[in-house]
């Protein structure tokens, strides 16, 4: 079956391989929804997919907002053949069949054809799309302390633990508080505010949260003794 590998740029570390076989349908985007995540804004939510359609695979691009270019050219859909790159914001995609491994025959001149729209004007939207989306990926947004702490703590990790264990990111005091209390996740769209565990819940703007919240610039969290605002920073 044909292998897809996913890398940041053609000469780099692979990050993962996917195995795709005849019959499958394979989604990619931003969401982790898909099939193939891609972390990265300039990606959208769901970017393209990959068809099995009886005598090829078949790649649609999803109307993404920064197109989706097959061996450099911008392309709405394409047959896939061996050895194709495919390229989604700043990532690779590489399609390869297993050495020895039937290939669909592509003598159909269909199976040869690729839709697509590659223009000069199309390809400076796209630098300035992937430009604009990578420096709003370096924001980084605080947790400013209003009372139980001094100073603030930058975002940066995907994962920030808060509660009273002491190998939490943010360690907060209280009976009631569990040893994780709650984590904040960094994700492509924002930081979300996830309960964990304790008698106690953390609160974001005096609402209690029971499961997860999607966190807003100025929100106010309150976890035990601590209560912190979100503040953006670049």
């Known amino acids: 079956m044909p292998t897809l590998t996913l890398k940041f740029r053609k000469d780099s570390a692979t990050i993962k391989e996917y195995r795709i076989e005849r019959g499958q349908s394979i989604t990619i985007g931003r ?3 898909n099939d193939i ?3 990265n804004l300039a990606v959208s939510g769901h970017h393209a997919k990959i068809d099995w359609t009886g005598t090829g695979y078949l790649l649609t691009d999803l109307k993404s907002k920064n197109g989706t270019f097959i061996n450099e050219q911008l392309a709405v859909s394409h047959w896939l053949q061996g050895g194709d790159i495919v390229t ?7 399609f390869n069949y297993a050495e020895g491994e039937e290939q ?3 003598s159909d001149n269909a199976m040869n054809e690729t839709m697509v729209m590659d223009t000069g004007k199309y390809r400076n939207m796209l630098a300035k799309n992937v430009s ?9 947004s605080v947790l400013s302390y209003l009372a139980g702490g001094d100073g603030e703590v930058e975002l940066t990790k995907k994962l920030t633990k808060i509660g009273k264990n002491p190998s939490s990111d943010i360690i907060v005091s209280g ?3 569990g040893q994780t209390s709650a984590t904040i996740s960094k994700r492509p769209d924002g930081y979300y505010l996830s309960y964990v565990s304790g008698l106690s819940k953390p609160k974001v703007n005096g609402d209690a949260v029971k499961d997860s919240v999607k966190l807003k610039q100025f929100d106010v969290v309150e976890i035990g003794s601590a209560k912190m605002q979100l503040v953006g920073k670049s």
Do not use: C, R
Not at 88 to 94: C, N, P, V
Not at 132 to 140: I, M
């Open 132 to 140: 604009s989306a990578a420096q709003e990926a370096e924001q980084t």
């Open 104 to 106: 669909p025959d592509d």
């Open 31 to 33: 969401l982790d929804a």
């Open 37 to 39: 995540v891609i972390e």
């Open 88 to 94: 989604i914001g700043k990532h690779i995609i590489a």
């Open 175 to 177: 009976l009631t508080i």
